[in-house]
């Protein structure tokens, strides 16, 4: 039976569950640091992740399920706007508890995620040797600073004074 963690085109319901599971745990990760780094009402936070979580499940399975091959990431930020569109009866809603999520709690559990699946194959990441390493530093050095000139930019455009 394929399996939705593995990668395969088909959704199981193993896969689902194993989806759940792990947002599950990543989420009540990141409400306990959301709550003692920046004091958040756990009650708000766990509700903001609950409906992150819930764009997430429903972005990975249109991208296993339909036809079109795009990456979940797109349909979970499709699904993100569309539901924080102002106009959208949604919209407060989902602004207001997802405002309760800080950006540092997700990436702090997000990293330290990334973390143990580097470290359980280490022998991979050694067999790349040292020029991925270079490259992966200059691709995040070049997304930073790619982002910062277009910040800047729309910054400019928008008449927004430069700190």
């Given at each position: 039976?394929?399996?939705?963690?593995?990668?395969?085109?088909?959704?199981?319901?193993?896969?689902?569950?194993?989806?759940?599971?792990?947002?599950?745990?990543?989420?009540?990760?990141?409400?306990?640091?959301?709550?003692?780094?920046?004091?958040?009402?756990?009650?708000?936070?766990?509700?903001?992740?609950?409906?992150?979580?819930?764009?997430?499940?429903?972005?990975?399975w249109l991208e296993?399920?339909?036809?079109?091959?795009?990456?979940?990431?797109?349909?979970?930020?499709?699904?993100?706007?569309?539901?924080?569109?102002?106009?959208?009866?949604?919209?407060?809603?989902?602004?207001?508890?997802?405002?309760?999520?800080?950006?540092?709690?997700?990436?702090?559990?997000?990293?330290?995620?990334?973390?143990?699946?580097?470290?359980?194959?280490?022998?991979?990441?050694?067999?790349?040797?040292?020029?991925?390493?270079?490259?992966?530093?200059?691709?995040i050095a070049a997304?930073?600073?790619?982002?910062?000139i277009v910040a800047?930019?729309?910054?400019?455009?928008?008449?927004?004074?430069?700190?």
């Amino acid at each position: 039976m394929p399996d939705l963690i593995d990668g395969s085109e088909n959704v199981s319901v193993h896969g689902i569950l194993n989806w759940i599971l792990l947002l599950a745990i990543f989420s009540v990760i990141t409400v306990i640091g959301n709550f003692l780094g920046y004091k958040h009402p756990i009650a708000d936070s766990l509700v903001g992740m609950a409906i992150l979580s819930l764009i997430t499940l429903v972005g990975v399975w249109l991208e296993r399920e339909l036809p079109i091959n795009a990456s979940s990431i797109l349909y979970i930020s499709i699904i993100g706007i569309l539901l924080a569109y102002p106009g959208m009866p949604t919209s407060k809603f989902v602004l207001y508890y997802v405002s309760q999520i800080e950006l540092l709690s997700i990436v702090t559990v997000f990293l330290a995620y990334v973390g143990i699946g580097m470290g359980k194959s280490w022998d991979e990441f050694k067999a790349l040797g040292w020029r991925a390493i270079v490259i992966t530093v200059l691709v995040i050095a070049a997304t930073y600073y790619g982002a910062a000139i277009v910040a800047h930019i729309v910054l400019v455009l928008t008449g927004v004074p430069a700190a």
